[in-house]
């Protein structure tokens, strides 16, 4: 699985930490594609972030995105906006776990700041994301319940199809600074043409960048 972690400006000081942490599992490919508390880059948004997560995911560059905010509540509204895109707002190895099993998403949203203090924000951090990889992702819990929630996510899949509009009408109907922003953020745009497939929606976004 190709994991992009996209941390905004308010949280940056955990970029190292959530990146750790999902590197710490085999078979996964990591990227870190948001702000890596380095000397002048720009600052990012949840605005921003929410954007390149839906972008990345809906054009298949990559597969799950870590991500997240100061409350996790911002980052996670904001991806919602967008169609294909299932994100949970994780706060402890439970929710984690659950979220892996139940709902089976593709983006999950933390809480970065928040309750993170400044002795042991990591460790949740890292058994967070361990209940969320080590498990068979959506296998369902309890047992009873496995083949109802797999038709529900399918069902819920569909119903973020319906209910928005196509990323190119999103794209250009939204705020455009939210845009700029995200796009000329330093390795996004070489990220997309090296890691996503050709699409109309890929050769759309390149035209913007």
């Known amino acids: 699985m190709k994991i992009a972690v996209i941390i905004e ?23 870190n594609l948001g702000m890596k508390n380095t000397e002048g880059e720009p600052d990012l948004t949840y605005m921003e972030t929410g954007l390149l997560t839906a972008l990345l ?7 799950f995105v870590v991500g997240g905010c100061g409350t996790g509540q911002g980052y996670m509204n904001m991806v919602l906006q967008f169609p294909g895109i299932a994100c949970g707002l994780l706060c402890d190895p439970v929710d984690a776990f659950l979220y892996s099993q139940v709902n089976a998403g593709n983006c999950i949203s933390l809480a970065l700041n928040k309750g993170y203090g400044n002795l042991a924000g990591d460790i949740n951090v890292k058994y967070i994301l361990r209940e ?23 069902k819920l899949a569909g119903v973020s199809l319906a209910a928005h509009k196509s990323m190119e009408e999103i794209i250009a109907g939204i705020d455009p600074s939210i845009t700029e922003n995200a796009l000329s953020f330093p390795g996004i745009a070489d990220f997309i043409k090296t890691h996503a497939p050709q699409s109309p929606l890929k050769a759309f976004v390149l035209r913007r960048v």
């Open 132 to 154: 969320l990889f080590e498990n068979e992702y959506g296998a369902g819990y309890p047992d009873a319940r496995r083949e109802i929630q797999i038709n529900a996510r399918k």
């Open 9 to 31: 400006g308010s949280t940056k000081i955990r970029s190292l930490d959530v990146e750790n942490a999902v590197k710490g599992f085999d078979g996964h490919e990591v990227f």
């Open 57 to 63: 995911l809906n054009l298949g560059a990559v597969d």
